[in-house]
């Protein structure tokens, strides 16, 4: 553990934190927005983790000769592919998609050809809640790098 003896010490300190610091909060900011878009992009076609499509559903993309259940996945390329990370700063980011059909899927919707409702794939919602561990190591690996520039181990 650093002694410090004297304000001048105290105050290099206080520098070494400035600069550090928002260099930490970016760098953990950064690799949690980048582990909840990974954990976005696997739960797409995983039929565990979202509703089962219908039976209808499934026999239709059957017939086209695509699979028959990974939901809200035909060749990955309608929803997945627009799935973006936007820096807010540095200190938050944004995971989400400026695709509309997103809010459908995310909340669920009637579905009027088929008069009845079409539960809610979360995709979002889901990646969020598995990704909180992964995200709280990163939280805590950046403020240990703060304690080891505070107390200088």
Do not use: C
Not at 104 to 112: C, D, Q, R, T
């Amino acid at each position: 553990m650093r002694v410090l003896t004297s304000l001048e010490q105290l105050s290099h300190v206080f520098t070494e934190m400035a600069v550090a610091a928002p260099i930490v909060v970016q760098t953990a900011k950064d690799a949690a927005a980048h582990a909840i878009k990974d954990k976005v992009d696997s739960i797409y076609g995983d039929e565990t983790k979202l509703a089962t499509l219908s039976d209808y559903t499934q026999i239709a993309r059957a017939e086209k000769g695509q699979s028959q259940n990974e939901p809200l996945l035909i060749d990955g390329s309608l929803l997945k592919d627009s799935v973006r990370i936007e820096n807010l700063g540095p200190e938050a980011a944004d995971i989400g998609s400026d695709e509309p059909v997103h809010v459908y899927h995310e909340l669920g919707y009637w579905n009027v050809r088929a008069g009845k409702p079409t539960p809610a794939r979360p995709v979002f919602h889901i990646a969020a809640a598995e990704s909180e561990p992964v995200v709280e190591a990163i939280a805590g690996v950046a403020l240990r790098e703060l304690y080891v520039i505070i107390a200088g181990e």
